[in-house]
């Protein structure tokens, strides 16, 4: 079974504007970890942001908040003021079991995003 | 703060021929693990190392193998190489606080 999905293969902002990428995640453990990543075509998987699931507080980093509803195991990305660099694939994932346990990250297929002025 | 380095960028090899890729972490970071990306999908968990020692391993044949240095560096090694083995191969490292940071990969290609 499917652990982690992005329904979004592709998607479209305009310059400026906030764009919100989807996941849920499917898990029995109470807890676990969840993780954004942004990949452009040169391949290097830049982290975004983390969200424990123990943390009461939807994560922010600068211009990434994790929309993170944990009854409907879902932990949207969204990004605000999208600029052309945005551009990139966007990679979901899930650690399961408490950090520092192991760090096997289970991958979403992706949602490529395309940023147009 | 150095992030993590991986080595070498691109590499081509033919079948049947082995290749050691490498990985030196975070500093201060004692957990390295390794993931397979092929075009078009998602990384795929290989191995987690610890310590020294393995804590984890993905759904991968025994030609694939790895271990940790003293350094907390790594070397991930695969033998018998396969057509299918062309890859994007990352290595990540992480402390205690659970965030995973990945380096830029090493671009395997099998001939």
């Given at each position: 079974a499917q652990k982690i999905t992005q329904t979004q293969p592709g998607m479209f902002v305009q310059e400026k504007e906030a764009v919100t990428l989807d996941c849920t995640y499917d898990t029995s453990d109470q807890s676990y970890g969840l993780f954004w990543y942004k990949q452009p075509s040169s391949g290097e998987m830049i982290f975004l942001i983390y969200q424990g699931s123990y943390d009461e507080q939807n994560a922010t980093e600068g211009r990434y908040s994790l929309n993170f509803q944990k009854a409907r195991k879902s932990a949207n990305l969204v990004i605000s003021a999208?600029?052309?660099?945005?551009?990139a694939m966007y990679f979901c994932a899930m650690r399961e079991g408490?950090?520092?346990?192991?760090?096997?990250l289970t991958f979403g297929t992706g949602t490529q995003l395309k940023v147009e002025l | 703060d150095a992030g993590v380095t991986q080595s070498p960028t691109h590499l081509i090899k033919t079948r049947g021929q082995h290749v050691t890729l490498r990985c030196s972490p975070i500093s201060g970071h004692k957990s390295v693990s390794w993931y397979q990306q092929v075009l078009g999908q998602g990384p795929q968990f290989i191995f987690q190392y610890y310590e020294k020692e393995e804590r984890g391993r993905g759904n991968?044949?025994?030609?694939f193998s790895a271990r940790q240095f003293p350094n907390y560096s790594s070397e991930l090694n695969v033998n018998a190489?396969?057509?299918?083995?062309?890859a994007l191969y990352l290595c990540a490292s992480s402390g205690t606080a659970g965030k995973l940071f990945f380096g830029s990969g090493t671009q395997l290609s099998v001939l």
């Open positions: 999208s600029q052309l660099g945005d551009s408490r950090a520092g346990g192991g760090n096997k | 991968f044949p025994d030609r190489l396969l057509l299918g083995d062309s």
